[in-house]
């Protein structure tokens, strides 16, 4: 049977037409940069089975949760009032597998106090924050639940999407829970800023409704991170509690070559003696033709893999052996 496709900011996104699973990340709080990638491999093909609205609402909407987070400002506690810095915020996740494990974004849990988990059937628990990844706005968290309340959402491949694919997003948007509104996918191969300022490569974009309270803010147009790295993200997140990404420490041009606009002070790269301007032509051998290929190759790679980095400065070709750190907070 072919796996329904889900996912969440707080919102499942589920693609109707058999698409892979998303997962929503637009915040209200925060400002979203997004940018068109031109991909050199061909276009997935949209799946011929199609369900209708109802049809994904039914399957998959005991899996969706309502997210409540308390977190603690810095007003000093006052008599009989308590902590006047005191906040409540509200979004939305999905149960990933049957042990109580539940994703959501990372900004909707970032300084929580304490947080609890409503299910569909109005139940409430408390939750534990098995680990975040602010780089790709997304976390984990744990509930102690029976099975008989838990109904895991299965994600899909997110590489079998394609634009016009139908989107259902389900979630609890101004505290209305168990709310769908649903639209198509209306481009691929967006790039997203993360709360920690690191790129989301290959965002999903989608004309669906992801409301405030999805994790979403309204205006017209959603983004969402593709399903198979919320899988990538989640099964490290729940295997170790954090996850690795390499780093070269370095700012690239928004279009056209490799070009650095940026070289972190200490990091890989200025160790290295790379320098603003200089142009990265290959990894390790392998030719980069775009900023995109060379945040690709990094991507492939581990914290402390040794690469040999080819760039231009000038006009002069120069090798350099880089041993990449992993990425900070």
Same mark, same amino acid.
């Given at each position: 049977m072919k796996k329904l496709v889900a996912t969440f900011v707080g919102a499942a996104c589920i693609g109707a037409g058999g698409g892979a699973g998303v997962y929503a990340t637009l915040s209200p709080? #925060?400002?979203?940069? &997004?940018?068109?990638v031109t991909v050199a491999s061909g276009q997935a093909t949209a799946?011929?089975?199609?369900?209708? &609205?109802?049809?994904?609402?039914?399957?998959?909407?005991?899996?969706?949760?309502? *997210?409540?987070?308390?977190? #603690?400002?810095?007003?000093? @506690?006052?008599?009989? =009032?308590?902590? @006047?810095?005191?906040?409540q915020a509200q979004g939305s996740g999905f149960v990933y597998d049957s042990k109580g494990d539940v994703v959501t974004n990372q900004h909707v849990v970032d300084g929580a106090t304490s947080i609890s988990v409503k299910f569909w059937d109005g139940t409430t628990k408390k939750a534990t924050v098995v680990g975040t990844d602010a780089s790709d706005d997304l976390a984990v968290i744990h509930v102690d639940a029976p099975s008989s309340m838990l109904f895991p959402i299965a994600l899909g491949d997110s590489t079998k999407v394609a634009v016009g694919d139908g989107? /259902?997003? /389900?979630?609890? @948007?101004?505290?209305?829970?168990?709310?769908?509104?649903?639209? /198509?996918? #209306?481009?691929? %191969?967006?790039?997203?800023?993360? @709360? !920690?300022? =690191?790129? *989301?490569?290959?965002? /999903?974009?989608?004309?669906?409704? *992801?409301? %405030?309270?999805? #994790?979403?803010? !309204?205006?017209?147009?959603?983004?969402a991170i593709p399903s198979n790295t919320v899988k990538a993200v989640a099964?490290?997140?729940i295997a170790g509690g954090k996850v690795q990404h390499a780093y070269l420490g370095v700012g690239i041009s928004s279009s056209g070559a490799a070009k650095l606009t940026n070289v972190v002070s200490g990091a890989p790269a200025d160790k290295a003696g790379l320098q603003v301007g200089d142009v990265i032509t290959a990894i390790d051998g392998t030719k980069l033709s775009t900023g995109d290929d060379l945040r690709a190759a990094i991507a492939a790679k581990s914290p402390g893999d040794t690469i040999s980095v080819t760039y231009t400065r000038g006009d002069a070709p120069h090798t350099a052996s880089v041993k990449l750190a992993d990425r900070p907070s």
């Open positions: 709080a #925060s400002t979203t940069v &997004v940018r068109q799946s011929t089975s199609a369900f209708s &609205v109802g049809d994904v609402y039914n399957r998959t909407h005991k899996g969706v949760v309502e *997210i409540t987070v308390t977190s #603690s400002g810095a007003g000093s @506690p006052v008599p009989g =009032f308590g902590n @006047p810095g005191t906040q989107v /259902i997003v /389900i979630g609890s @948007p101004f505290g209305l829970d168990e709310t769908v509104t649903s639209g /198509i996918v #209306s481009a691929l %191969h967006r790039q997203m800023t993360s @709360p !920690n300022n =690191f790129t *989301i490569d290959d965002s /999903i974009q989608t004309d669906a409704a *992801i409301n %405030h309270g999805n #994790s979403g803010g !309204n205006d017209g147009v959603g983004f099964t490290q997140l």
